[in-house]
């Protein structure tokens, strides 16, 4: 597994903490300065990119930690993906 974008790192939070062989638990750091570390380590998700993104897509305190240059870097980074991704969906690759 590729790692994780550097701009990713200033708004999560790793974890020791094994999900499967290959996934971690993140938390959310803006979560957790808001909401404290208890409740803010209520909300945890997989260190994958997407699933990074589309919970700070839904999360509002990254929204008002973040400004919007920063808030459209990230989530072009699985759009970007995407766009790759459909290109190939569904067509036959030639010999």
Wanted: charged letters at 35%; hydrophobic letters at 30%; one cysteine or more.
């Amino acid at each position: 597994m590729p790692p994780l974008p550097f701009i990713l790192d200033n708004f999560i939070v790793k974890t020791d903490e094994r999900l499967n062989k290959s996934n971690i638990k993140l938390y959310c750091k803006p979560c957790i300065k808001v909401l404290g570390e208890t409740e803010g380590a209520k909300k945890s998700f997989l260190n994958k990119k997407d699933r990074i993104v589309a919970y700070f897509k839904k999360c509002s305190n990254f929204f008002a930690e973040t400004t919007p240059d920063i808030r459209e870097k990230i989530f072009e980074l699985v759009k970007n993906n995407n766009d790759d991704d459909n290109s190939t969906i569904g067509k036959r690759k030639g010999k």
